[in-house]
């Protein structure tokens, strides 16, 4: 199992840039096998699970992460405020998805939106694929 864990993440909400302080609450993690068998259900888990938790309250809840193959949209999960712990600040976020492999590799990558801090995307995961 491996997963990525870039130092930095990108913000990509507003066009400000990149706010490393809160990197670590809101940037998606890929956490799966780096290889996979081709047409074989393969399990995919994005974690939102920094040192720091993100609050899951109404106002400023983090309300989707999505899982791409490059620039392929394989799934994506929408959560309601107060799901994950509500004020309970160590409230985390991981969904798995169960993605059938094609072609020889894939590129996973995630992104998480926060309703107060916009669009967040984790680093590249590269998994290879095997007949
Ligand atoms: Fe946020």
């Known amino acids: 199992m491996s997963a990525n864990r870039p130092s930095v993440g ?20 890929v956490h ?11 399990p995919v888990t994005i974690c939102v699970d920094g040192a720091c938790s993100h609050p899951d309250k109404k106002e400023h ?4 992460v999505a899982l791409y193959d490059g620039t392929r949209l394989l799934g994506e999960a929408n959560f309601p405020s107060g799901t994950r712990g509500g004020e309970d600040p160590k409230a985390q976020l991981e969904v798995t998805f169960k993605v059938l492999p094609t ?3 894939m590129q996973l990558k995630a992104m998480a ?8 995307e984790g680093g590249t995961l590269d998994v290879s694929v095997e007949a």
Not at 11 to 28: E, Y
Not at 113 to 120: P, V
Request: glycine share 10%.
């Open 32 to 42: 799966c096998h780096t290889t996979a068998r081709r047409d074989a259900p393969f």
């Open 113 to 120: 939106y926060c309703t107060q801090h916009g669009l967040w």
């Open 103 to 105: 072609g020889r590799s």
């Open 61 to 64: 809840h983090i309300s989707s």
């Open 10 to 29: 990108n913000h990509l909400g507003d066009g400000s840039g990149i706010h490393h302080d809160h990197d670590d609450r809101h940037c998606p993690h």
